[in-house]
């Protein structure tokens, strides 16, 4: 079973365009976090979110939690093609959701989102 | 430069086959993982080491062992080796688990299990 659920699944645009992709799930987490990936390399740390409701910006990115906990988004604003990547949600469950238990502590990641900006 | 180094890059393993993935940290992290990462499932966990001294199963753990060496240094091992393998391994590490800090990954080993 995913505990989050990333989409889209694949995301191509032109530069310039918004863009915006979900993160979702029935369980609530303690945090959540984003991360971009690139071919080749490992995941790399963008964002952390910790309250319902927090919004932290990025530059031209913006990230939400949502307010009961169990979802995020990622916002980008006129996307130029060094965003293309592979976007990863991942949260940590709280102790007292329905997947906490021995989830707790442990970052789950959801699918990917896989974008491609075109020039 | 400071991170999380994975040694080897790329491996082909004939199917029975045994080896070793190595992970060394010089975060002075106190908490180490592993994931395997395969299309359209994200990265899912297999141990995780939560201090020095203590290793834990993940989502999926069966076919792999694992030892925390020292601090620094998180190793896995796959004693015959599966078609059902064949993925990109990721080592990471961070500050300490069940809180907010962030993960730092290494670069990744693709294997192959033919």
């Known amino acids: 079973t995913q505990l989050l659920e990333q989409s889209p699944q694949f995301l191509s645009i032109q530069e310039g365009e918004n863009l915006t992709v979900y993160c979702n799930s029935s369980?609530?987490?303690?945090?959540l976090q984003w991360y971009r990936q690139e071919p080749g390399e490992g995941p790399v740390l963008l964002v952390t979110?910790?309250?319902?409701?927090e919004v932290k910006k990025l530059k031209r990115l913006t990230f939400q939690f949502g307010d009961a906990r169990k979802d995020s988004s990622l916002h980008i604003t006129a996307a130029q093609p060094g965003d293309t990547g592979l976007y990863l949600c991942a949260g940590r469950p709280h102790p007292f959701s329905n997947a906490g238990g021995t989830s707790y502590g442990k970052l789950t990641f959801g699918q990917g989102t896989i974008l491609t900006v075109h020039p | 430069n400071a991170g999380v180094t994975q040694t080897p890059k790329f491996q082909v393993l004939k199917t029975g086959q045994s080896m070793t993935l190595q992970c060394a940290q010089d975060?002075?992290?106190?908490?180490m993982y592993w994931y395997r990462q395969d299309p359209g499932m994200g990265l899912r966990l297999i141990y995780y080491?939560?201090?020095?001294?203590?290793?834990d199963k993940g989502e999926v753990p069966n076919g792999y062992n694992v030892s925390r060496l020292n601090k620094r240094e998180f190793s896995l091992r796959l004693e015959s080796a599966a078609p059902s393998q064949t993925s990109v391994y990721f080592c990471?590490?961070?500050?300490?688990?069940?809180?907010?800090?962030?993960?730092?990954f290494g670069s990744g080993t693709r294997l192959t299990v033919v």
């Open positions: 080491s939560a201090s020095e001294g203590t290793t």
């Open positions: 975060m002075n992290h106190n908490s």
């Open positions: 979110v910790v309250t319902g409701g």
């Open positions: 990471a590490s961070s500050e300490v688990s069940g809180a907010n800090y962030g993960y730092t």
């Open positions: 369980s609530v987490f303690s945090s």
